[in-house]
């Protein structure tokens, strides 16, 4: 008999067939009942597979006795106790580097977007606006002071990229990180005082949720740029829109929210926001290097292998 798993979410198609052809797999998302879904199969599951913003909650664990592995399919781990499954032994797994470029990628495409006011062209001209009035002129790219708060592998690609649109470069870490030409600043406030774009990269957890507040805003200040593909949680989503609304903040290109799906009705109308839905590693060459490695990581908790990227 195949082993049972339990999908959380659902994933591309491919995926979903690898996983078909190899385990008896359980759709708790498409599941009428999930608790009683989870009572059934919950004793006879070894493995979850889930998505890095969903994760699993402590009582899907729960109700797995004899769960020994969480594969996430992405790199954020913060919707995982990590903690309560090392207490269980239960393994965890992600799905790191994979994604580092695209995440890189839209980072960057974020801020052309918001200063050149690609999105605000794009509905001029569709709108027939053009020539008859003319658009406001946007911010330039090459030259600006930039921020990033995290200098990890995404962090570490995006300030590549920067480079060579003649930026310089500043951050600020857990940690000084003495391989790179960058400056580090000793606090948040300090990196967004001095930055003209601020760049949100870093990991979240307890310690990061809503660090990005109203005194990081204020400092970045009226004709600065915030931009976040790393996780919601990190920025206090009502003082942000009230900064953007109130004008205390210039503008800011966002891919992360604090309750996705749900984006704050406020931002829609506004003109200095580019929004997009938690898509950074939304390629499908990405999707593919992600989904290799979660089936990588199932594979090789079944056979009694190492873990090819283990967390926990």
């Not at 569709?126 to 911010?139: D, E, Y």
């Not at 870093?202 to 805003?217: K, T, W």
């Not at 740029?225 to 920025?235: K, M, P, T, Y």
């Amino acid at each position: 008999m195949k082993p049972e798993i339990i999908l959380v979410e659902p994933m591309m198609a491919s995926v979903e067939a690898a996983l078909d052809a190899a385990y008896t797999v359980h759709r708790l998302a498409a599941a009428p009942d999930r608790g009683a879904l989870l009572a059934e199969v919950g004793p006879r599951v070894r493995a979850v597979v889930t998505g890095g913003a969903t994760g699993v909650s402590n009582a899907v664990m729960d109700a797995c006795p004899n769960l020994g592995v969480v594969t996430i399919n992405g790199v954020g781990t913060d919707a995982v106790d990590l903690n309560y499954a090392a207490g269980r032994g239960i393994r965890v797994t992600n799905t790191p580097g994979v994604l580092t470029e695209d995440v890189a990628d839209l980072a960057l495409g974020l801020i052309i977007a918001v200063s050149r006011r690609l999105i605000v062209g794009d509905r001029f001209v569709r709108a027939g606006q053009w020539p008859q009035a003319k658009m406001p002129l946007a911010r330039k790219v090459t030259g600006k002071r930039l921020g990033i708060f995290g200098l990890g592998r995404i962090g570490r690609a995006i300030a590549e990229r920067a480079a060579g649109f003649g930026m310089s470069i500043a951050y600020t870490n857990r940690s000084v990180c003495a391989d790179v030409p960058y400056r580090c600043l000793d606090s948040l406030e300090e990196l967004a005082r001095e930055s003209d774009i601020l760049v949100v990269a870093a990991s979240a957890g307890p310690e990061n949720r809503n660090i990005v507040g109203r005194a990081v805003l204020d400092a970045l200040g009226p004709d600065g740029i915030l931009v976040n593909v790393a996780r919601g949680s990190i920025v206090d989503e009502a003082e942000l829109v009230a900064a953007l609304v109130e004008g205390r903040l210039g503008a800011a290109g966002l891919d992360v929210f604090a309750d996705e799906p749900n984006v704050p009705q406020a931002l829609w109308s506004l003109d200095n926001v580019v929004l997009q839905p938690h898509v950074a590693s939304a390629t499908v060459e990405t999707r593919t290097a992600m989904a290799d490695l979660v089936l990588a990581n199932l594979g090789a908790f079944f056979a009694g292998q190492p873990l090819p990227t283990p967390v926990v």
